[in-house]
């Protein structure tokens, strides 16, 4: 019998209105050919949402349905616990691969060496490759392939768009961290790449992301900011015994969080307070110790011009401006 591919784990709560169709863009790019399965994990109050995948499944014998406690890094857990696959993918409920990216898919899994392999992903009608033609590290590499990605967490931090070497993952006993609500993802790419011996960045768009304005990552709630000081709490507290290389990138990191934390927690569409209420935030979040010790240390040479501007504006404590530059990126959202 040929080996199990893929295993594609999907964590679903309340996503009766899209699993069917994230699981039909799956089947649509493996087609037949290979080996694979896609493992749904419920882990939300009943909403219809195990009906619809039961009723898949009567049909598509690869479909594995399971459910844990509430949260999604314990649903992907769950799923990891049950995959069998050479590789796994991570897709949320709402998204889909995207449309011709199977076969590419497929090549780079029966041939790649690599431990992790990036891949580009579209949002809207932005297309976010990762890379303008293929890269391979190996060995010494690696920690200048970590440093690129924590410098730039939106674009290669998330788990989707990538596969992981599922036995690597469990040799390394590598696990979402259940404690957190916000950039748990990154948290275990950032787990899982120290113990890569290899890595692929690839230029194909494999992934659509869809912006749901309801969803956790973009509605307001005023618990967000401190989710996010957790998140970051742990990532400092991952770096002890890492190389001061990769220190000073996750300066950058949890800078780029902090403003993450800022637009989506503070000035997004939602939070109806008075704008020196929310420049006030900005001040108090920034005087927290694990926001505070990155704005000392990072360095204004690293990162995109926009990176360097806010980054300039904290160690400026000039919040007011910083407050105008999130309001403007809220409306660019909003707008897009």
């Given at each position: 019998?040929?080996?199990?591919?893929?295993?594609?784990?999907?964590?679903?709560?309340?996503?009766?209105?899209?699993?069917?169709?994230?699981?039909?863009?799956?089947?649509?790019?493996?087609?037949?050919?290979?080996?694979?399965?896609?493992?749904?994990?419920?882990?939300?109050?009943?909403?219809?949402?195990?009906?619809?995948?039961?009723?898949?499944?009567?049909?598509?014998?690869?479909?594995?349905?399971?459910?844990?406690?509430?949260?999604?890094?314990?649903a992907r857990n769950e799923g990891m616990m049950h995959a069998s696959g050479k590789w796994l993918m991570f897709?949320?409920?709402?998204?889909?691969?995207?449309?011709?990216?199977?076969?590419?898919?497929?090549?780079?899994?029966?041939?790649?060496?690599a431990d992790v392999c990036l891949f580009g992903h579209q949002s809207g009608e932005k297309r976010r490759p990762?890379?303008?033609?293929?890269?391979?590290?190996?060995?010494?590499?690696?920690?200048?392939?970590?440093?690129?990605?924590?410098?730039?967490?939106?674009?290669?931090?998330?788990?989707?768009?990538?596969?992981?070497?599922?036995?690597?993952?469990?040799?390394?006993?590598?696990?979402?961290?259940?404690?957190?609500s916000m950039a748990e993802d990154s948290d275990f790419t950032f787990q899982y790449t120290a113990f890569c011996?290899?890595?692929?960045?690839?230029?194909?768009?494999?992934?659509?992301?869809?912006?749901?304005?309801?969803?956790?990552?973009?509605?307001?709630?005023?618990?967000?900011?401190?989710?996010?000081?957790?998140?970051?709490?742990?990532?400092?507290?991952?770096?002890?015994?890492?190389?001061?290389?990769?220190?000073?990138?996750?300066?950058?990191?949890?800078?780029?969080?902090?403003?993450?934390?800022?637009?989506?927690?503070?000035?997004?569409?939602?939070?109806?307070?008075?704008?020196?209420?929310?420049?006030?935030?900005?001040?108090?979040?920034?005087?927290?110790?694990?926001?505070?010790?990155?704005?000392?240390?990072?360095?204004?040479?690293?990162?995109?011009?926009?990176?360097?501007?806010?980054?300039?504006?904290?160690?400026?404590?000039?919040?007011?401006?910083?407050?105008?530059?999130?309001?403007?990126?809220?409306?660019?959202?909003?707008?897009?």
């Amino acid at each position: 019998m040929d080996a199990m591919l893929i295993s594609v784990v999907i964590p679903a709560y309340h996503s009766k209105k899209t699993i069917k169709k994230t699981i039909s863009s799956i089947c649509r790019e493996l087609g037949s050919d290979i080996l694979y399965e896609v493992i749904v994990v419920e882990n939300g109050p009943e909403d219809g949402t195990r009906q619809v995948i039961e009723a898949l499944a009567g049909h598509m014998p690869y479909i594995r349905l399971y459910h844990s406690v509430q949260g999604v890094s314990n649903a992907r857990n769950e799923g990891m616990m049950h995959a069998s696959g050479k590789w796994l993918m991570f897709v949320d409920a709402d998204d889909e691969l995207h449309p011709g990216s199977g076969k590419r898919l497929i090549e780079v899994m029966q041939t790649s060496e690599a431990d992790v392999c990036l891949f580009g992903h579209q949002s809207g009608e932005k297309r976010r490759p990762v890379c303008s033609e293929s890269e391979f590290y190996t060995g010494s590499e690696i920690e200048a392939v970590r440093i690129r990605m924590l410098e730039a967490p939106t674009r290669y931090m998330q788990v989707w768009a990538k596969l992981f070497r599922r036995q690597q993952v469990v040799a390394a006993g590598v696990l979402f961290e259940p404690e957190l609500s916000m950039a748990e993802d990154s948290d275990f790419t950032f787990q899982y790449t120290a113990f890569c011996r290899s890595a692929a960045f690839y230029p194909d768009i494999v992934y659509d992301y869809h912006i749901n304005p309801v969803s956790v990552m973009h509605a307001f709630d005023a618990q967000k900011v401190e989710a996010y000081i957790r998140a970051m709490t742990v990532m400092t507290e991952r770096m002890s015994g890492e190389s001061e290389a990769i220190q000073c990138a996750c300066d950058q990191y949890i800078l780029a969080h902090f403003h993450i934390a800022m637009v989506n927690g503070v000035f997004c569409t939602g939070n109806d307070v008075f704008c020196g209420e929310k420049v006030r935030r900005i001040r108090d979040t920034a005087g927290h110790p694990v926001f505070k010790k990155a704005i000392r240390r990072v360095s204004l040479k690293s990162g995109g011009w926009i990176s360097r501007v806010t980054g300039l504006l904290l160690k400026g404590h000039l919040y007011g401006l910083l407050g105008v530059v999130y309001t403007l990126r809220v409306w660019q959202k909003r707008k897009r």
